[in-house]
């Protein structure tokens, strides 16, 4: 008996009712068959899944201690009532929906926020304009207003029936109405079901629970590998320079921004740092760059971090080109070969690659760009890899792969790293990249922010270019409150003071991103250690039922409601509890829809009551040391807030290398307290200066 038969012989013995034989139904029952490997976290194996799958291939470690410790829940869902069957070389699978259900996630949508009444095809692509399954992460994830969430896990194109399918033996039959004589006759008619179809003879499904939505969400982060920690850097400003951009010229650009008095952490160069891109060499041109580690160092001594673009595709001309070739597909990415990082060799010839030309020069991460679609500009589905990966599945789990790649070349130098990627999938939570695209409209890219929220990935709204310099100052704003602040201007040059003028404005928000900077580590380290997004949908808020696809949180107490080009004033929902304008520190509201007029200077922002946000003075760069912190209190609730203190940019913190510090603050005698908890080391702060903001 071969190993697969082998296999299939066991569960079959095991569920005593599934096969897979083709022209059998074979159904799996959900009563028995759920296996438990965390509290709230269960695993089915439906039929013979397959071997790859969308986690198999990474290198990350699940956080099964910090999930064990959110509070216990059941799965609110009859298991008799969930259905999974192999059936025609496919596993159909079915969820039950109750009438009020509301469905999140599956994938990283621009358009929409609540997906039941919607069909889509799961389906790594460049986002094309609309919420079809075509996108940069399109991840496999529902989560249930119930309070529970399913993990598909299969590198495989899925089509998902999101309440849209009606079965004949359903509960929950819809309202039969005459056309001819019923108003209320709809083309889409009422659906119980959550339908999932999956191309291959078995599946891993991985359910997770919660008592509320956060914390499903927080056992998928933590099952993923817990989220991200950037280094501190990573939170600054960045920008991209002209993708032809030379040495000197990055150096005057580097030398206009401090200047002016602009905030810069990382410099970004696109294609144009290599002797080719399209296919790529991935080593530098003498011309543009004739001193590489030179020009790295100068960039250090200004604290200033340098980070590279690269696509997949390996030139010909590469040094490396011959080596890596029996490691690459069949077919080719703009002439580039595209090598199988799922190898243990394609990661040491690509590794020693990378290593020698950037990362051993300081380069402090990359961009790493198209391992999404377009399907003209990446390998078909047609393509074979030398692991025996398909096409399908390579497609699937590319963007993910070279995540994993990537960040072990960095941890294996105990240093952290943060970059941009176009692809992501399940299991690439703690991987340090966040994920942009070319579509540009501004909305959209807000409701994105939103959405990655639900399925374990991050994204930036990333500024590029404007019409007028209102939409400029807009995009500017939201991108500030974004896990990656960057103007990427590849393309058109931009500085952030194109539009002269807003120049002011823009450098006023682009300075409060980096005063924000101690804040947004701590929510970053309870992305990390805890599974808390740091960019979170509204829904996920406790007290807060709406999903509104223009707003959201940042980190425990910050609410933003960015606006348009063309708007002046708009509604923000303040969920339940009272909220204050973080500016001034007055009330706006409690559990209410608010308008407000905030002038084109300002970004709304409001802060929960007893919110506490400890800030750094305005500064251009990180400071290198310790410096004093500002720690401002809002509202009228005596409270607390732990911020999180560590080096900032190596691993350590996993071993325990790491500060909290207890700030307490209380309103009513105006009086505050910082207490280092556990006598820890301190890297980052001398003093605490208590601010009331609410009078
Ligand atoms: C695009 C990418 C842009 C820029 C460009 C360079 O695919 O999204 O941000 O890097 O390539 O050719």
Known sequence: MSGKGFFLFVTVLILGACGTDKHHNCQFDFTKGLEKVASGVWKAEIGNPDKVNLLSELDFNPKIDAINNIEEAELPVDKAEITAEVFDGKTYIRFPLDKEEKIYGLGLNFQSVQQRGRIARLHVDHYGGSDNGRTHAPVPFFVSSKGYGVLINAARYIDVYAGTSVRKDTKNP??????????????????????????????????????????????????????????????????????????????????????????????????????????????????????????????????????????????????????????????????????????????????????????????????????????????????????????????????????????????????????????????????????????????????????????????????RASKTSEEWLRRMQAVCFSPLAMLNAWADGTKPWSFADVEEQV??????????????????????????????????????????????????????????????????????????????????????????????????????????????????????GPVPVSVRHYGVKASSFDLYDDDGRTYDYENGVYTWIRLVADPAVASGKATVLDDGTIWSFNDYEFKFMTK
């Open 174 to 463: 819809p309202v039969l109405y005459n056309r001819n004589t019923d108003r209320d006759w709809s083309a889409q008619p009422y659906s119980d079901n959550l339908e999932f179809l999956v191309s291959a003879e078995g599946v891993e499904l991985v359910f997770f629970s919660g008592k509320s939505m956060l914390d499903v969400v927080r056992r998928f982060n933590l099952y993923n590998g817990g989220g991200v920690l950037p280094p501190k850097w990573g939170l600054g400003f960045w920008h991209r320079v002209p993708t032809l951009f030379s040495e000197e010229q990055v150096k005057e650009e580097v030398g206009e921004f401090k200047k002016r008095g602009f905030p810069l952490s990382v410099i970004g160069l696109e294609p144009g740092w290599m002797t080719r891109a399209y296919p790529c060499t991935y080593q530098w041109d003498p011309g543009r760059f004739p001193n590489p580690e030179a020009f790295v160092k100068d960039m250090a001594a200004q604290n200033i971090k340098v980070n590279l673009w690269v696509n997949p595709g390996v030139a010909p001309d590469c040094e490396i080109a011959l080596e890596i070739e029996p490691y690459t597909g069949t077919h080719t990415e703009w002439n580039g070969m595209l090598p199988d990082y799922s190898m243990a060799q394609t990661k040491k010839i690509m590794g020693d690659h990378f290593s020698r030309n950037a990362i051993d020069k300081g380069v402090s991460g990359f961009k790493m760009d198209e391992n999404d679609g377009y399907d003209f500009w990446v390998a078909p589905d047609v393509a074979k890899y030398p692991s025996g990966i398909s096409g399908e599945q390579m497609r699937q789990i590319y963007g993910s792969l070279m995540q994993s790649f990537m960040a072990g070349l960095y941890r294996r130098k105990n240093e952290r790293t943060y970059g941009l990627v176009r692809a992501g999938n399940a299991g690439t939570t703690s991987y340090p990249f966040v994920i942009y695209n070319d579509y540009y409209n501004h909305r959209d890219f807000i409701t994105a922010l939103i959405n990655s929220s639900f399925i374990g990935v991050l994204w930036t709204p990333e500024v």
């Open 507 to 624: 450098r006023q928000v682009m300075m409060l991103r980096m005063s924000l900077i101690p804040y947004l580590y701590t929510t970053f380290a309870h992305y990390a250690f805890d599974g808390i997004p740091p960019v979170r949908a509204m829904c996920l808020e406790p007290g807060c039922e709406a999903d509104p696809k223009d707003q959201f949180m940042v980190g425990e107490s910050l609410l933003v409601a960015p606006l348009f080009a063309g708007e002046t004033s708009r509604k923000v929902i303040l969920p339940k509890g009272k909220w204050y304008d973080f500016y001034t520190g007055d009330f706006v509201g409690d559990g209410v829809t608010v308008s407000v007029e905030p002038g084109l200077d300002k970004i709304p922002v409001f802060v929960k009551d007893g919110g506490i946000i400890p800030m750094y003075e305005p500064m251009t760069t990180l400071p290198e």
